[in-house]
């Protein structure tokens, strides 16, 4: 079968670093996204890795090693506008594939 | 510019009855996806339409049908509905299919089925 593993639930500091990792078993990969949804709204984008290695977009930077099926999210300086949930995503064929999410709790 | 537009925003049915939800996707996106997400979980893939063709489908019923109509617009039909149905319905465009590429998608802020 096809399925994406993270963590539910992860709890940091405001101001603090946080990783949010993702393995994944698929028959298919083309990449893996990642995208942040707050509750009651739509996912956004965040980022996307085709290649092995660290992807840097601000306070954003996805990470991704091939041969070992793993990615992970790293937010740094959190805010707290940063509490939502965090989707990893891997792209096979034509189709998505999404795991759970991550709800991030951040405390003042 | 307009981002992905979904209509209704929500909606109740019973048990047994049609639904119809629509999308419009970002203006020069031609590519739509259609995902089911429960509450809780992530999002599951239904459909993706490319240029008016379907180009994947998810594991759903056939009680689950699309289409892309000329404009770029879709439409996701469910029939027969069940409690189980009850979900966020989601759409997404892009430019396009984003097979093997950083396309990503647009999500619209969905249509909320509540199946009594």
């Known amino acids: 079968g096809q399925s994406l593993e993270q963590p539910s639930e992860v709890t940091a500091v405001e101001g603090a670093i946080v990783q949010i990792n993702c393995t994944y078993q698929?028959?298919?990969?083309?990449?893996l996204s990642w995208y942040q949804q707050h509750d009651g709204g739509a996912p956004t984008f965040l980022s996307y890795n085709a290649l092995d290695g660290l992807e840097e977009t601000g306070r954003f930077s996805s990470f991704l090693s091939r041969s070992d099926s793993y990615g992970y999210l790293l937010l740094q300086e959190l805010q707290m506008k940063d509490s939502a949930s965090y989707f990893c995503?891997?792209?096979?064929?034509?189709?998505?594939?999404w795991g759970a999410g991550t709800k991030l709790i951040i405390k003042p | 510019d307009a981002g992905v537009t979904q209509s209704p925003t929500h909606l109740i049915k019973t048990r047994g009855q049609q639904v119809t939800l629509r999308c419009s996707p970002i203006?020069?996106?031609?590519?739509v996806s259609w995902y089911q997400q429960v509450l809780g979980q992530g999002p599951q893939f239904i459909f993706q339409?490319?240029?008016?063709?379907?180009?994947g489908r998810g594991n759903f019923p056939d009680r689950f049908s699309a289409r892309q109509f000329p404009n770029y617009s879709s439409e996701l039909n469910v029939n027969a509905l069940l409690l189980g149905d009850s979900a966020l319905y989601l759409c997404?465009?892009?430019?396009?299919?984003?097979?093997?590429?950083?396309?990503?998608?647009?999500f619209g802020d969905g249509t909320r089925l509540s199946i009594l």
């Open positions: 997404a465009s892009s430019l396009v299919p984003g097979q093997g590429s950083n396309q990503p998608q647009h």
């Open positions: 339409y490319y240029e008016k063709e379907e180009r």
């Open positions: 203006s020069g996106h031609k590519s």
């Open positions: 995503a891997v792209r096979s064929n034509y189709q998505l594939i």
């Open positions: 698929t028959s298919g990969f083309y990449g």
